[in-house]
């Protein structure tokens, strides 16, 4: 798979199906079990982020998941039509804090080479691109 697609709703339950999709793609490409595992967990935490942040945990919510293979690198791309927030706004908290949260952006900017939002008129979209070997 070159490409592919798959929407949803923003219920939790249809993340399993998302990360299964993310694995299926990556599972064609070069990238060591750690990274694609590292990947996976990424694209999940994003969503979350999703469904808790901009959707407020409402669960019928669409977002929109897509996946392609450019010559150097892949790329996946996930848009939302909710809340946004401001990039400024977008960081996690000290790796020396101890409690619960905060570490998912830790997390995907260490899975992905690139992380990029971008605010659309109504909603977000979050470019994760990571380099191929």
Do not use: W
Request: with cysteine; proline share 4%.
């Amino acid at each position: 798979m070159k490409k592919g697609k798959l929407e949803f709703t923003s219920h939790t339950a249809n993340l399993a199906l998302m990360r299964s999709f993310v694995r299926r793609f990556l599972a064609r490409h070069p990238f060591s079990e750690k990274e694609q595992t590292l990947m996976v967990l990424g694209v999940d935490e994003a969503c979350t982020n999703v469904i808790r942040h901009a959707y407020d945990l409402r669960d019928d919510q669409p977002i929109a998941l897509s996946v392609e293979t450019l010559r150097t690198c892949v790329r996946v791309r996930l848009r939302d039509y909710g809340e946004q927030v401001p990039a400024t706004e977008m960081r996690g908290r000290a790796h020396s804090e101890v409690k619960p949260g905060g570490l998912g952006l830790h997390l995907i900017r260490n899975a992905f080479d690139k992380v990029d939002y971008i605010l659309k008129p109504r909603g977000t979209e979050l470019v994760l691109t990571k380099k191929l070997d």
